[in-house]
């Protein structure tokens, strides 16, 4: 914690430079005791404490941005922390794969998608195939996915389009990928950060949700929300905090019933039950 406030408190220009941030930061670190919650308030409270004590003077303002940086930073470094390595759930093989078990997951679990891909990529993994399938043949398949006849135009509108223009490939361009028959920014940023390994941000009901619960970014839309997470999560974690926080939200900050007392990040989210 110490490093994430000293990297914040250098943003501020201290007066008395024979003052190291790394004292300062430590003066602040024994204030947070480990029953305090971590508020704006209360953190910018401790520094204005800390800094007066200096006699170093800091608007409100300057200390409330430092503050909100300080700690987006500590609930983002516990989720790294927590869900390090977390990886999607959906199985796929390939870009088209990933992109059709995307299409199927909408308003439908991973779970269900993997069971009806299983069934469906051995006999219609590539645009061809999916092109040279009946229709009825197809809905059959994915029926228990549900909404299974929109979902089924799109996969086979997708897959035209991708013969047509691309080849049969599936272009790792985002605005090509958005113009895809079903797909929108949500899938069209999972196939760019977990098939071609770009950084995007995907916003699913999980990322919207806890995104606003813990105030990383609030938005009423998924783009304010996506841009706003652009804004705080550095660029080359956020394919990575996407799957932190779908994790966190399916197993710990569920939408009906969040497990606040159970949850790393109890003492630095403004939702929490305390
Ligand atoms: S403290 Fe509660 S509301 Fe906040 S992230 Fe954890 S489970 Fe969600």
Redesign the pocket.
């Known amino acids: 914690m110490k490093e994430i406030i000293c990297k914040y408190l250098s943003d501020l220009n201290l007066r008395n430079k024979s003052l190291s941030t790394y004292t300062i930061a430590e003066e602040i670190c024994n204030g947070m005791t480990p029953e305090n919650f971590l508020s704006v308030e209360v953190v910018s409270g401790i520094i204005t404490e800390v800094f007066d004590s200096h006699d170093e003077k800091f608007s409100p303002e300057e200390i409330t941005a430092v503050t909100e940086k300080i700690l987006t930073d500590i609930k983002l470094n516990i989720l790294e922390e927590t869900y390090r390595g977390a990886v999607p759930q959906l199985k796929f093989g390939s870009p088209f794969e990933l992109l059709v078990a995307v299409i199927l997951s909408a308003q439908c679990t991973d779970k269900r998608v993997n069971e009806v891909t299983k069934i469906l990529f051995p006999v219609a993994n590539t645009p061809e195939k999916i092109l040279s399938m009946c229709k009825t043949k197809l809905e059959e398949i994915i029926k228990p996915c549900g909404f299974y006849h929109a979902k089924a135009e799109h996969i086979i509108g997708a897959a035209k389009m991708l013969v047509d223009e691309y080849g049969g490939e599936v272009p790792k361009d985002f605005d090509a990928l958005i113009k895809l028959p079903g797909v929108g920014r949500k899938t069209a940023n999972v196939v760019t950060s977990v098939a071609f390994n770009a950084p995007a941000i995907a916003v699913d009901t999980h990322v919207f949700r ?1 995104a606003n ?2 105030k990383l970014a609030e938005g009423k839309t998924p783009l304010e929300v996506e841009l706003g997470l652009q804004k705080v999560i550095p660029r080359e974690k956020w394919s990575a905090a996407h799957h932190w926080l779908i994790w ?1 939200g399916r197993g ?3 939408a009906r019933k ?3 007392d ?5 003492r630095v ?5 305390r």
């Open positions: 806890l619960r813990m966190h710990v900050c569920k969040p497990q606040c159970s949850c790393p990040l109890f989210c403004p939702s929490s039950n």
